[in-house]
């Protein structure tokens, strides 16, 4: 009973944490990262109002203030544990003194996207209480879900820096890492909770599986690297001037995403249709080869919006997905805990 409670509070947990994913390419696509100008409120409510006359005349200023006063005191911080450097980067970014006008949407998005995180603090932590009783049978599944729990509150306070401080690349990439991180521990745990199914594969079978893994987490590493560069980039430029600025990682990128597509395609092929998860496989080299077409996309102005709606969701899926592959391999046998 216990056990059939957490699992279900664990598929959960997985799936809240995805859609967090997916809700942030909407956050992108629609430029909605800073809807609300304010963390943990929306423009000082609980509910974003539904209309500008709503708020006072100075509030763009009001907000601004705000936000550069709580980014000092994270900057005095960020100075305290030495990392002067990046104290320094924060401190002179320009975008530090925009000023942001109320807008229904934007507002309304990112206030969604907050709602989504809330519900998934809830549900992790409920994942969490419930993997207590674990540590007198099963510990690695408590601590597991633990390491999960633990960096979905942290990344929950990296979501404020991100407000804090105006969405500065660098924190983005971390807050991003983080939350593929925490998935991760979430489907561990559920596997010693509960081994999935798995068939025997030969060794050269398993390498090729952990070796497309490693290719994904780089290609989703360089890909975080990219949007960094690529946040940064004018908005003028034509599709060649674009793929120049973003030389070499752009390239690196492409053609690992090349790479993965070839790999996950061969994949397919040398795995057994009956594999329990062949689904999963085929799903892997499908989005692959999709991700061929929304990558490129992100560059043309009239396809950026789409391609930043797919390319994110599709690329989590694709390491998620292959991700509870490898996870399958972990023996779970008591003679080996
Ligand atoms: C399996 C293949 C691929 C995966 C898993 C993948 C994954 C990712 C991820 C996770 C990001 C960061 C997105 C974000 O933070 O919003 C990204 C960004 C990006 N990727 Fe890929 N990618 C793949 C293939 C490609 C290909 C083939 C191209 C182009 C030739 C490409 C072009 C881009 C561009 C331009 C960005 C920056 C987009 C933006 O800032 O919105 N990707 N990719």
Redesign the pocket.
Known sequence: MGNTVYLKLNWLSIFFIFLLFVI??LV?STGSGMGCPDWPKCFGEYVPPISESALPADYEDFFKEQRIQKTARFVSILKKIGLDEKAAEIENHSSLNESHQFNVLKAYVEYINRLWGAVTGLIVFGCFALSLPYLRTNKKVFFYTGLGFVLVFLNALLGAVVVNSNLIGGI??AH?IAAFASICFFIVARHFAQPFPSTHLTVGQKRMTFFLMLV?AV??I???E??EL??VLSNGLHFGEKTSA?APT?QY??L???L??VI?IYQLIKIPNTYPSIQYIKWIAM??VA??V???M??LPET?SI??LF??S???A??VLQFYICTAFISTSKSER
């Open positions: 942030g390419g992108r983005v990439t991003f994904i290609q989703v360089l890909g975080a990219l949007r690529y946040d973003l752009f990128h492409g690992l995403g090349l993965t597509s996950a989005l692959s991700q061929l929304f990558g490129p992100a560059l950026a391609s930043k390319h994110i599709f690329g989590a694709i390491f």
